[in-house]
């Protein structure tokens, strides 16, 4: 099965996020040499915000990062995905997975629920090598590198990207997402403890949730973290692992371990907020190496 082509990085964010982003600062992320977005939040199967950003781009790739399988029915985004894929050839990845159990009531038995939707997503008539499935544990990595043309894990680290690449194989796509925050304050640059600590702040913010979320407590205790590590705020070392933050070479050096360890493309999950997007992109593209 041939690899989706994504190039090395791609950027995160919610899918409000790019329905409401202007679509001259789309046309400037595909200019910046960013050659994939990924959306999050569990989008509805019709992903009528797909169409627009495809429309308003000319290489650019979307990535949904995940349809969820427990709230998007598959005949419906299988419709979808054919709708995109007919208007923009080649452009469009279906990243589908279960979610977790603490947001799903009808929750149960996620891995079977995952084959029996990959087996509805052929069924219809979805190639395989345009569907990516949310992926930690090595089960599911197996499972998405089976049937799927590779994995999309969240929130890990290089040390969990190179374990995904020995269970996968050399020849699925491995996407890592990872978060950053970029410190543009030159009076923090000039202290870096403060700096940390404020970035710490921000990450801490974003990762809160996750803390109770027992797929993503799972997969951090295999890669070594503590009970305290994972003890809300989350210690320094857990925080720094999974948020990558100060200077943009800083930051791009942490992300570039991902490629180092064994992944194709990372989806780059900005925290600094959706006004200084562009700004935060726009300074990581050097160092990066993008365009």
Known sequence: MTKPALGKFGVFGHYEQWRQLPEQQLRDIEALGYSAIWAGGSPAAELDWVDPILGATETLQVAT???????????????????IEKRHPGRFLLGIGVGHPEAHSEYKKPYDALVEYLDALDGHGVPRHRVVVAALGPQVLRLAARRSA????????????????AVIGPDALLAPEHKVVLSTDERLREDPDAAAEQARAVGRKALHIYLGLANYL????????????????????FVDAVVAHGTSDAIAARLTEHLDAGADHVPVQV????????????????????R
């Open 271 to 290: 925290l600094t907020g959706t006004d200084n997007l562009l700004p935060a992109l726009t300074e990581l593209a050097g160092p990066l190496g993008l």
């Open 65 to 83: 990062g995940i349809v969820n399988i427990w709230s998007a029915p598959p005949a419906p985004v299988a419709e979808s995905f054919h709708r």
């Open 218 to 237: 799972n997969n951090w205790k295999r890669l070594g973290f503590t009970d305290a590590d994972l003890a809300e705020p989350g210690s320094d070392a």
């Open 150 to 165: 590779g994995a999309h894990p969240y929130l890990t680290t290089p040390e969990h990207t190179a374990q995904a690449r």
